[in-house]
């Protein structure tokens, strides 16, 4: 997933330049998996910390508490800043630059390019957006976990829009990824709130119910948050075939692609934070989409030292991120990334039990229960089915001359991909 998430980027229509001086592929697959899963939890410690701000939070008739830095559109506005980054940093120490014999044309983007890219941008901080919300109500494997159903969405649009033809092994992939989606789902309703035993007395959101009505408002947010992750998902598939289609038409390396989406994202949050601002609020929880006020965020961010150093981790986690994302892809390939992406689920999964049974961050983690068998056997099937559907794996159903057929078909569109490697620039 990438994100997620193997979208167009991950086939590197544009070559990144020859093999430069720079650390080992090792070094940069251990960057990748370390700040991915550090992203999914700072993200999710960033929305259960408390701080001073603008208004207060009541807490059934236990009186008035700071409120919780539950910011899902600041969280996407980190982002996007730190997105942004990605492009100059590559192209400033020459990085993503390609190598002049090999390639006459230059490496600078066509001004059509840049301008091209406000539809995928757009399209990434609106399921950036979602999945943030849904965060807010989810824990984090389960979150990490059901961003795999991407595959399910981008493998349907792929063929309506793009005309791609899927194999059998590609319909028993989805079905597995389904089945997965599902189980991890129940897991995630059913599990125990790890924080009810807790004695936070601070507000867990915008809505705080009693102690009779909890169980129910626990579940039902969980519920809203799974499908606020599974729209993030078919919205990053839309973005997907967006990308490929547009990118097959513009070329730019892919570096650049995430800096110019990350700039494009803080140029709509300009009118985005205003309108979220003025926009009335509410005591329900679901407020979150409709309302946010920035001016709060930077007064609880001004409050508060523990809170700005773990915004800044965030930012920090999501440039290395994406800078080891790109060397990945290049150095070694994006079925490693698939691999890796994998792997980072399990370490955030990993990540959140460490934190509630060693750092005794209830709020924050995730305690083993009979369910998170459940949820582990959803991991397992998720697993098979990304990598069954990308290949890694041969279904001993299928037949080996579905694979060739494949193979034959992805070396042909690789063919017909390289004729774009780049755009000819005048400039």
């Known amino acids: 997933m990438i994100t997620e998430d193997e979208i167009v980027r991950d086939k590197a229509i544009n070559s990144d330049g020859p093999e430069k001086k720079a650390a080992s592929p ?26 001073k701000g603008l208004d207060t939070c009541n807490v059934g008739d236990d009186g008035e508490y700071n409120c919780k830095f539950q910011k899902p559109w600041f969280s996407v506005l980190e982002m996007k800043c730190a997105m942004a980054l990605c492009a100059p940093i590559f192209y400033g120490l020459g990085w993503g630059r390609p190598d002049p014999q090999s390639d006459p044309r230059g490496h600078s983007p066509s001004a059509e390019a840049l301008k091209a890219v406000w539809l995928p941008a757009l399209l990434d901080l609106l399921n950036t957006v979602l999945g943030n919300i849904g965060l807010v109500w989810v824990s984090s494997s389960i979150y990490q976990m059901t961003r795999g159903s991407v595959v399910i969405f981008s493998a349907i649009l792929s063929v309506q829009w793009l005309g791609k033809t899927l194999r059998s092994f590609h319909y028993w992939s989805i079905s597995f990824v389904v089945i997965a989606v599902i189980l991890v789902g129940v897991a995630g309703i059913k599990q125990p709130d790890p924080a009810s035993d807790d004695g936070d007395d601070n507000c867990t959101g915008n809505d705080c119910a009693d102690d009779d009505g909890d169980s129910d408002a626990s579940a039902t947010e969980i519920i809203i948050g799974l499908l606020f992750i ?10 997907i075939i967006t990308e490929e289609k547009l990118m097959t038409r513009v070329g730019m390396a892919p570096v650049c692609l995430v800096g110019m989406e990350g700039l494009w994202g803080m140029l709509y949050f300009i009118p ?40 800044f981790g965030y930012f920090i986690t999501i440039l290395a991120y994406n800078i080891s994302c790109n060397f990945v892809t290049q150095t ?72 060739e057929a494949q193979k034959e078909a992805e070396e042909a569109e690789a063919d017909d991909l390289a004729q774009y490697n780049l755009l000819e620039s005048e400039a």
Not at 230 to 235: D, E, I, T
Not at 284 to 308: G, K, M, R, Y
């Open 26 to 51: 090792v070094f940069w697959a251990a960057i990748m998996l370390l700040s991915g899963t550090c992203t999914t939890l700072f993200a999710k410690v960033q929305f259960d910390i408390s701080a």
């Open 230 to 239: 599974l729209a993030a998902q078919l919205v990053t598939a839309v973005q």
């Open 272 to 311: 985005i934070s205003i309108i979220l601002t003025l926009t009335p609020a509410s005591d329900e929880a679901i407020s979150t989409v409709w309302h946010e006020d920035f001016i709060d965020s930077f007064v609880q961010l001004s409050n508060s030292t523990e809170l700005c150093g773990i915004a």
């Open 332 to 403: 070694l390939s994006a079925v490693v990334r698939s691999i890796l992406e994998a792997c980072r689920t399990l370490g955030v999964w990993a990540a959140s039990l460490c934190l509630y049974y060693v750092f005794n961050s209830k709020s924050v983690g995730e305690a083993w229960s009979a369910w998170s068998w459940l949820e582990l056997g959803g991991f397992a099937i998720l697993l098979l089915g990304t990598v069954s559907y990308k290949g890694l794996v041969k279904l001993p159903c299928v037949g080996e001359d579905v694979y």
